[in-house]
Structures are given as structure tokens and as C-alpha cells.
């Protein structure tokens, strides 16, 4: 699962998406309505739909702009720092701060044991071939 501003970023470009579906849509199946005064044109290379179909389709596309705006304001509320002040982020950085040296602190201490306990080994090992080595050259 991505991260919520990747997550916008992608709704962000399938509502471009649809954007540019819907006018594609319109700008290939539209009739040709005439304005005042001139004679209705007729192209004999486009695809006119039906009118009821036409309605049918642009309010499911339309249903389908407001779908994915709804989804991009629901992550943009869920951000963090949405809707909180700037002083509560910088303690709540802060916060997140100290809490992340104190981890360090516990890391470089578990290396530490680890080196230790890593010498120890090395000592137990070494002491162990040389005594190995003493038993058989007697």
C-alpha cells in the first residue's frame, strides 16, 4: 500500500483521465445543435448517440468525477497536518523527535552489547583452539 500523498498524486491523474475522457466523449457524440438563425450542419463521419443514451452516458461520467473528487478530498482531509495549527505540528515533530533519539540511543547501546558479546565469542574461540592446539602438541 503507497503512502497517502501517492495515493493523491494517482487520484489526482485518474481525474485528469476522466476529464479528458468525458470531453472526449461530448466532442465525438454530441448532436449537432444549430444556433439561431443558421441550418443544423450535418457530418456524415460522426458517431451521433442517441439522445437518451447520451444523457445516460454523461451522467455516469459525470457520477464518476464526483466519485474520484470525493476520493481526493477524503485523503486530502486525511493527511496529517490537515486541519492542525502549526504549532501543534512542530510539537508533534518535535515529539517525534525525541521519541526517534531515544531509539537511537537504544540502537547504538544493542551494537554496543553486540561488539561485547561478539568479543567474548572471538575470546572463547581463541582461547579454546589454542588449548586445542596445546593438548596435541603434548
Request: glycine share 4%.
Amino acid at each position: 500500500m503507497s503512502d497517502r500523498l501517492t495515493q493523491l498524486q494517482i487520484c489526482l491523474d485518474q481525474l485528469v483521465e476522466q476529464f479528458c475522457a468525458t470531453l472526449n466523449y461530448v466532442d465525438k457524440n454530441h448532436d449537432f445543435i444549430p444556433t439561431e438563425g443558421e441550418e443544423r450542419l450535418v457530418d456524415p463521419q460522426a458517431t451521433i448517440a442517441e439522445p437518451k443514451e447520451f444523457q445516460s452516458t454523461m451522467n455516469e461520467l459525470s457520477t464518476d468525477l464526483i466519485l474520484k473528487t470525493r476520493q481526493i478530498l477524503t485523503l486530502i482531509t486525511s493527511l496529517p497536518g490537515a486541519g492542525v495549527s502549526p504549532k501543534d505540528q512542530i510539537s508533534k515533530i518535535n515529539e517525534l523527535q525525541n521519541e526517534l533519539n531515544k531509539v537511537e540511543q537504544e540502537k547504538i547501546e544493542k551494537i554496543r552489547q553486540k561488539d561485547e558479546l561478539l568479543e567474548w565469542c572471538n575470546g572463547l574461540i581463541t582461547g579454546f583452539s589454542k588449548d586445542l592446539i596445546d593438548s596435541r602438541r603434548n
